[in-house]
T-cell receptor, first 113, second 112 residues
Framework: EPEVTQTPSHQVTQMGQEVILRCVPI?????FYWYRQILGQKVEFLVS????????KSEIFDDQFSVERPDGSNFTLKIRSTKLEDSAMYFC???????????FGSGTRLTVV | RKEVEQDPGPFNVPEGATVAFNCTYS??????FFWYRQDCRKEPKLLMS???SGNEDGRFTAQLNRASQYISLLIRDSKLSDSATYLC?????????????FGKGTKLSVIP
């Protein structure tokens, strides 16, 4: 079964540092997403990406966040200057069509200290 | 009203029991509906889509009532492996927006 792959599985970083979270979506999928889940809370939308540009972003996705598809397979989320409250599980997801259920990656647990 | 609201749980049921989860959503323009399951510290995994006509997949039955903005999931003959958090998920749509909105989830523990 095709998978969405995320690396690293766990990242610990100091407050103020930049982090890049990496994802390889399913190869024939056209829509890519980042979601996050703070421990004990619900999964929250960050951003969607289609045709090499952001199609939608939430209020959480401020100027500290950016996404990129640097080549034909990778999809990255960058947090420029991490804050303690950025500590969460970050999930990448992809879908073939907009109205489909998504396939999520196994997540990157980001801990900001 | 919260965008997607679920029974808070937790539900502790014996093996073999039937258990039902309920969910309501606030955006009447929502187009697609799903149940996901999430194991502890893992990613959400799509369990099933939910259609107005109702749909069944083995021991799982999902129902949608658009008039009441209500979604349900029924699990029959519960197994130990069904223990997880069940997430009600709505595809929020309108004005070019297509994002999944998650409920907080209902935790199910199936006890031997």
């Amino acid at each position: 079964e095709p998978e969405v792959t995320q690396t690293p599985s766990h990242q610990v970083t100091q407050m103020g540092q930049e982090v890049i979270l990496r994802c390889v979506p399913i190869s024939n999928h056209l829509y890519f997403y980042w979601y996050r889940q703070i421990l004990g809370q619900k999964v929250e939308f960050l951003v969607s990406f289609y045709n090499n540009e952001i199609s939608e972003k939430s209020e959480i996705f401020d100027d500290q966040f950016s996404v990129e598809r640097p080549d034909g397979s990778n999809f990255t989320l960058k947090i420029r200057s991490t804050k303690l409250e950025d500590s969460a599980m970050y999930f990448c997801a992809s879908s073939e069509w907009l109205s489909d259920g998504y396939t999520f990656g196994s997540g990157t647990r980001l801990t900001v200290v | 009203r919260k965008e997607v609201e679920q029974d808070p749980g937790p539900f502790n049921v014996p093996e073999g029991a039937t258990v039902a989860f309920n969910c309501t959503y606030s955006n009447s323009a929502s187009q697609s509906f799903f149940w996901y399951r999430q194991d502890c510290r893992k990613e959400p995994k799509l369990l099933m889509s939910v259609y107005s006509s109702g749909n069944e997949d083995g021991r799982f039955t999902a129902q949608l009532n658009r008039a009441s903005q209500y979604i349900s999931l029924l699990i029959r003959d519960s197994k130990l492996s069904d223990s997880a958090t069940y997430l009600c998920v709505v595809l929020k749509s309108g004005a070019g927006s297509y994002q999944l909105t998650f409920g907080k989830g209902t935790k199910l523990s199936v006890i031997p």
